[in-house]
């Protein structure tokens, strides 16, 4: 079975500077997918970033960043320059090469962007 | 925002009753999955539809079922309802099961 850990039930951040998620993982598969999803009060579940498994650099999306590091099992979301807009739940998620629409998510991180 | 569309919105559903929650997929999308988000935790996958067959399911009892129809659309059926039902309900679709899912913004289901 896999699961998906995150430590950080709450963090604030100030508004401009830079925050770091952290999320851990485990599973016996050795090709999967691991995500950052957003929830803002709308409620909407909003793809911030994906890696791939077999991938060994490390994806960036503007000011969004993982490190990656496979053999810890551990996938850590950056933001730079934080915005008041990042304001959210943050979730790690995982899934199957296979079937990446059978996700299975941590208990998510509440961020706060303060001004 | 994305093209999936889940209705309703809201919903108060009596314990023991049943309920049913739709979910309109984005054009093109064949696959559409089903998570459950009780409060203060993430989404739960209860089952998955590829192609008007169920391709997956979650650790959820037999009361939760569920449907896709010719056009992709999908249900989800909950009966005997249970207070633990009351949840955040999420449909995600997508154009295949190893592509980007996009989600709705969920139904919120309050079971007294």
């Known amino acids: 079975a896999q699961t998906v850990t995150q430590s950080q039930p709450e963090m604030s951040v100030q508004e401009a500077e830079t925050v770091t998620l952290s999320c851990t993982y485990d599973?016996?598969?050795?090709?999967?997918?691991l995500f950052w999803y957003k929830q803002p009060p709308s409620r909407q579940m909003i793809l911030v970033i994906r890696?791939?498994?077999?991938?060994?650099q490390n994806a960036t999306e503007n000011r969004f960043s993982v490190n990656f590091q496979k053999a810890a099992k551990s996938f850590s979301l950056k933001i730079s320059d934080s915005q008041l807009g990042d304001t959210a739940m943050y979730f790690c998620a995982f899934s199957a090469r296979y079937n990446n629409n059978d996700m299975r998510f941590g208990a998510g991180t509440r961020l706060t962007v303060k001004p | 925002e994305t093209g999936v569309t889940q209705s309703p919105t809201h919903l108060i559903k009596t314990r023991g009753q049943q309920v049913t929650l739709r979910c309109s997929s984005q054009s093109g999308h064949n696959t559409v999955s089903w998570y459950q988000q009780a409060l203060g935790q993430g989404p739960q996958f209860i089952f998955q539809y590829y192609r008007e067959e169920e391709n997956g399911r979650g650790n959820f009892p037999p009361r939760f079922s569920g449907l896709q129809f010719p056009n992709y659309s999908s249900e989800l059926n909950v009966n005997a309802l249970e207070l633990d039902d009351s949840a955040l309900y999420l449909c995600?679709?997508?154009?295949?099961?190893?592509?980007?899912?996009?989600f709705g913004q969920g139904t919120r289901l309050t079971v007294v």
């Open positions: 995600a679709s997508s154009s295949g099961v190893s592509t980007e899912a996009f």
């Open positions: 890696q791939e498994a077999y991938k060994q």
């Open positions: 599973t016996s598969e050795n090709n999967y997918y």
